[in-house]
């Protein structure tokens, strides 16, 4: 370990890898409860609690969500399927109660609401892991977010960010090296990552990418990062969120 610096949360932390295949075993409706309770511990932006979690049972639905995801069949097969959403709709209720006027689309209350979700997500999938579950998110939900919303009835000030498959694990990935903390810690003033610094994180990725058991290929991680965000762009989305009443100002 860094440092020789250890504890059992770091060493899980550190062994984090996306699991996309299941076995068949549930999980306990309790262990379920515990996990989003682990969630709810996270951080809340003036304990305003900005989000709901839909859980996704029917399998009718799991279909269209996986199909509008682009065919991720593991969200037809995960023991749980998790929807993300950043909800806006009892803190609106909790201003017109008490006179400060409903909400009107403030680019900042939209924000606060996605870190929240964000922040109770990770807790879960940490938590989930401890006890020996995998999962992995699911951004692709936002290829089709209106699928998404007709399926679970989300209404106004309520917007699936992301989905997460849990279940136990059948296969274990092998963990992505990530970049050196060097390159993202900056102190006082930002500075730019040098051509040699990046040259040499491109060939770390490269070695993994071909010593993988399963999915192997030739790239490296700018090739990789540049096609995956650039063919991301989702043009749909500022209509839709704005539509469902966040960031409108």
Not at 53 to 74: H, L, S, Y
Not at 106 to 124: F, K, P, R, S
Not at 194 to 200: K, L, N, P, R, T
Request: with cysteine; proline share 4%.
């Amino acid at each position: 370990m860094i440092n020789d610096i250890s504890s059992p949360v770091l060493e899980q932390q550190f062994k984090h890898a996306s699991v996309r295949a299941y076995s068949d075993e549930p999980i306990k409706p309790e262990l379920l409860q515990t996990l989003i309770r682990a969630g709810q511990a996270a951080a809340t932006s003036s304990f305003i609690q900005a989000y709901s979690v839909v859980r996704v049972t029917r399998p009718e639905a799991r279909m269209a969500i996986a199909a509008a995801a682009g065919g991720q069949a593991w969200i037809e097969q995960a023991a749980e399927f998790l929807v993300y959403c950043a909800d806006l709709r009892r803190i609106d209720g909790a201003c017109r109660r008490t006179g400060k006027g409903e909400l009107e689309g403030w680019t900042e209350h939209g924000i606060q609401a996605v870190v929240d979700v964000a922040l109770l997500a990770q807790n879960v999938l940490l938590a989930a892991e401890s006890v020996g579950l995998g999962g992995v998110f699911i951004g692709g939900i936002r290829n089709d977010p209106q699928v998404v919303a007709d399926q679970l009835k989300l209404p106004e000030l309520v917007t699936p960010v992301f989905g997460m498959c849990l279940g136990w694990p059948a296969q274990h990935n092998p963990v992505k090296p990530r970049m050196p903390v060097e390159m993202i810690l900056h102190t006082d003033e930002y500075h730019d990552v040098s051509d040699e610094e990046m040259a040499g994180y491109d060939a770390t990725m490269a070695d993994y990418y071909l010593s993988r058991g399963s999915n192997v290929k030739l790239s490296d991680w700018s090739s990789a990062a540049a096609n995956a965000i650039q063919g991301k762009k989702r043009e749909h989305l500022l209509g839709f969120l704005q539509g469902r009443g966040f960031f409108k100002r």
